[in-house]
Every structure is written in structure tokens, then in C-alpha cells.
């Protein structure tokens, strides 16, 4: 491993998605998202979802670190780190400010135009998401989200637009963000931000999630589909939150469930990537009576829009232990793991299950991979001097990128990418909160948007510079 890069044509990068930094929520023509109705929470206190905007309520997402008037500079921040690719989301409601409009707004588009040409200025390339948790609130109020399968027809619609308008300024795509998050259904925040469901009482809440997630699988599909009509060479990835689920002991009962534990979550990348449901998860339906809207066109539309790459999500594993009973319930089933530590916000930081989950992958879908995420959040402190010394995200990152050199280099594993979330401080997506920073970049603005909004190089944002021009040449 001494010495050994990565393949001269890996991309290295960062992350982020629209409405967890643009800002300027009413700039341009934009409607409102579901995250614009997304209240500050903090660790263990969730975020609330408001009828609307409400006066004496505060929403971060308004203001962002309002990289809508300032990426130029932040774009030339990550040019200075060397970044070969930058992740980002279009914003539906830019283009669409209630999603289900014929036509879509101009001044919406002219952003992604000027920034992707900010991006290709300095040989960055865009790295484009098109639903990351903020489609339009509208779509939540007229049609219950991704209930109603006229979603798919306004999802399309977005994509079309954009993979028209983008065609010759952005290659890889992906379609819905860690679309198997609300796997965890049952706590509602999850079903809400990715699909925009909103459970009435007495609802049957799994039933409803594998409704919407049916209609979202078929909407990607269909938009892999278009994309590779107006440009052969797109690439169009899922993308997937990966948290791999370990037998707490050797017992097979634990090793069952856990099996049933990643079944349950990752079904999602199955449909994307073979076309088709696995069967365990049709005979589920079969047991429970769901009877779903599921037809003969859509099954035909989900084996002809299969992905071209898995992208993924990784931040932490889980370990789970037998029930009695199997199936999973992500939010009472999981269990500490006494050979990993925790974050702060409880997340348990794992570095060799970054290996584990890029071999996962290659065994089950032979796919190119992108780690499209991945990162520490923490809070960070700014000395009187302006440094930030972050030598604990160094290590996290440091830790996670040689197992994946070892995945690359010993495995075989074939890896576009890697793009470490929040490479600039953002909104934290699930409590609201500045403070729980990932970034390279120190954004100087507070959980309340209070601040002057100056950018600070933080440690880390020279370290990952030098990892960038040695292409992890000096990482062992």
C-alpha cells in the first residue's frame, strides 16, 4: 500500500445539496420545499414540520450559509483543495416552484447554468442529485407526496428539463437521495423527507411507505430511461444510505436477522440496479395484504431503467440481535455495538465498514461504485485567530479513506469517487443545526443564522488539499 495511488482518473470532491446551504428560499422565482417547513431541532429533539411557513417559527434552511449569492467564492475555495468533482442537488422548486407547473422557471434554471459553469471553469465536475430531501411542499399539500402517482409524471417532467438543459455541462447523476431511509418509516421524519408522506391517524404507515417508494423506484427508472435518450454517455447512479447491520454474536438466530436487517434496508438498490423486487420482499407484501399499485408497464419500466452506478452514503454501521421474529424495525431493533465508539449525535464510527459495504456491493450488483458521502459531524471551535484545529475529522477521514484505498488497491472494488459530505458547513438535514459541522470550510453563522457568514480553511481543508495532489499516494 506504501506509495500507491488511486487511478489517475478518481474523482475527489465534496458534497452538499441545495437546500441545506443555498439559501435565498424566495430568491428567483423559487416555491417552497418541504424543508422550507422544517423547524431547528438538535440531538434528540426532532425538527418539527409546520403547516406552511409560520410566523415565530425558525426555519435554517431559509438562509442556509446563502451559497446562492456566494458560490463563486466557495467554488474557488474548492478549486484551491483541488477537487476534481463537486456533488450538489438541484433545487425542484427552483425549476418547478410547485412541481407540478407545465412550464418551468426560467431564473431557476439560469442558477444551475451559472453555477455548473463556475464548476467547469476551474475543471470541477458537477455531480448532480435531482431529489435530495426537498421536493416541493405543494406536491405534499395537493397530492399527499409520493402517495399519488401523478409524482411520477412531475418528477419526469424536472428530469427531462434539466437533463436537456445540463446535457453538455453535467455526466453523472443520480436521481432520489438515500431513498431507503425511510426504511424507517415508522418515525415519520424519514417517510417525510423522502417522500413527502405525512401520516394521518390510523394509517398504515409500512404499507403507505411501500406505496410511495414503489412510484419513486418507477419515476427512476423512467428518468434513466429519458436521460439516456438525450445524452448516451450520462452516467445515472442511485444513491443509497449504506449502514452496514452486523450479528451482535455468532448466534444464528443474529445472523438471520441481521441478513433480514439488510434485506429490509438496502431492497431499494436491488430494484435499481437488477430491475426487478426481490422475492422475499413480494411474498412480505403477499402476507401482509397490501395489495399496492403495482403493474405489468411499471415492472417492464423498472428492468429497462436500471442505474449505471450505485452511489452511497456512509456515516456509521449497525448491529442488531435476534427478535423472535423476523422483521426489522429499524428504530427499536438496533443495538450497541461494543466493538465501535459513537459520535456525539450517537453515530457509531466504523471505518472497516466502509470496506465491508464497498465489497457488499460489488458482490451483490458487479456495479461502479461512488462514495458520494461520508464525514464527521462535530462541533467545531474557532480560535481567537480564526484557526480551526479539527485534527478528530482528520482522523475520521484519514481512517475511512485508507479502507477504501484497501477496497480499491486489494479488492478490486471499482470506485468513480469520493466526496466527503458537507465539505462546507452546512444545515445539518436531520436536526436543523449549524453547529454540527462536517466542512473543510468553517462557515461562521450559528444554529439561528446569526453570524458573519465569513469562510475560514479549517486543518482539514489542508490535509484533504494534500491528500487531492498526492492522490492518496502518502495514506497508509
Given amino acids: 500500500m506504501d506509495k500507491q495511488e488511486f487511478p489517475q482518473d478518481f474523482m475527489w470532491g465534496g458534497a452538499v445539496a441545495a437546500h441545506q446551504l443555498e439559501g435565498a428560499y424566495q430568491a428567483g422565482g423559487k416555491g417552497l420545499s418541504i424543508a422550507d417547513v422544517m423547524t431547528l431541532g438538535s440531538h434528540g429533539v426532532p425538527r418539527k414540520i409546520t403547516d406552511g411557513v409560520v410566523d415565530g417559527e425558525y426555519y435554517p434552511n431559509h438562509n442556509g450559509i446563502d451559497f446562492y449569492h456566494r458560490y463563486k467564492e466557495d467554488i474557488k475555495l474548492f478549486a484551491e483543495m483541488g477537487f476534481k468533482c463537486f456533488r450538489t442537488s438541484i433545487a425542484w422548486t427552483r425549476v418547478f416552484p410547485n412541481g407540478d407547473e407545465a412550464e418551468p422557471n426560467e431564473a431557476g434554471l439560469q442558477f444551475y447554468d451559472d453555477l455548473f459553469d463556475e464548476c467547469l471553469k476551474y475543471d470541477i465536475q458537477p455531480v448532480v442529485t435531482l431529489s435530495h430531501f426537498e421536493m416541493p411542499y405543494h406536491l405534499v399539500q395537493q397530492y399527499g407526496g409520493w402517495r399519488d402517482r401523478k409524482l411520477i409524471d412531475f418528477f419526469t417532467n424536472f428530469a427531462t428539463v434539466c437533463f436537456k438543459r445540463y446535457q453538455h455541462k453535467v455526466k453523472y447523476w443520480m436521481t432520489f437521495n438515500e431513498i431507503n431511509n425511510q426504511t424507517n418509516y415508522e418515525d415519520g421524519g424519514s417517510a417525510y423527507t423522502d417522500s413527502g408522506l405525512l401520516f394521518k391517524p390510523g394509517e398504515d404507515k409500512e404499507k ?269
Fill in 208 to 476: 403507505g411507505m411501500y406505496q410511495a417508494a414503489h412510484y419513486e423506484l418507477v419515476a427512476s427508472a423512467k428518468a434513466v430511461q429519458i436521460g439516456h435518450q438525450i445524452n448516451p454517455d450520462f452516467e445515472i447512479g442511485s444513491m443509497i444510505a449504506m449502514c452496514p447491520i452486523y450479528p451482535l454474536t455468532s448466534k444464528p438466530a443474529d445472523i438471520l436477522f441481521a441478513q433480514r436487517a439488510m434485506q429490509t434496508r438496502l431492497w431499494f438498490s436491488d430494484v435499481h440496479a437488477n430491475g426487478f423486487y426481490p422475492q422475499w420482499l413480494l411474498n412480505h407484501f403477499d402476507r401482509k395484504q397490501f395489495n399496492l399499485d403495482m403493474t405489468t408497464e411499471d415492472m417492464a419500466i423498472l428492468k429497462a431503467g436500471k442505474v449505471d452506478y450505485i452511489g452511497f452514503s456512509y456515516y456509521m454501521s449497525f448491529a442488531v440481535q435476534d427478535t423472535g421474529k423476523l422483521e426489522y424495525h429499524e428504530n427499536q431493533d438496533r443495538v450497541a455495538n461494543p466493538y465501535v465508539e459513537a459520535s456525539e449525535w450517537g453515530w457509531q464510527v466504523d471505518p472497516i465498514g466502509l470496506r465491508y459495504a464497498l465489497n457488499w456491493f460489488t458482490d451483490r450488483y458487479h456495479l461502479p461504485l461512488f462514495i458520494v458521502e461520508n464525514g464527521l459531524g462535530a462541533i467545531d471551535e474557532k480560535t481567537a485567530d480564526n484557526q480551526i484545529h479539527d485534527d478528530y475529522r482528520i482522523n475520521y477521514l484519514h481512517d475511512h479513506i485508507l479502507q477504501m484505498k484497501k477496497a480499491v488497491l486489494e479488492d478490486g472494488v471499482q470506485l468513480l469517487g469520493y466526496t466527503p459530505w458537507g465539505c462546507i458547513d452546512l444545515v445539518a438535514a436531520s436536526t436543523g443545526q449549524m453547529s454540527k459541522r462536517y466542512g473543510f470550510i468553517y462557515v461562521d453563522v450559528d444554529d439561528y443564522g446569526q453570524g458573519t457568514g465569513n469562510r475560514y480553511r479549517k486543518d482539514s481543508f489542508y490535509w484533504y488539499r494534500d491528500m487531492i495532489a498526492t492522490n492518496g499516494a502518502e495514506i497508509n
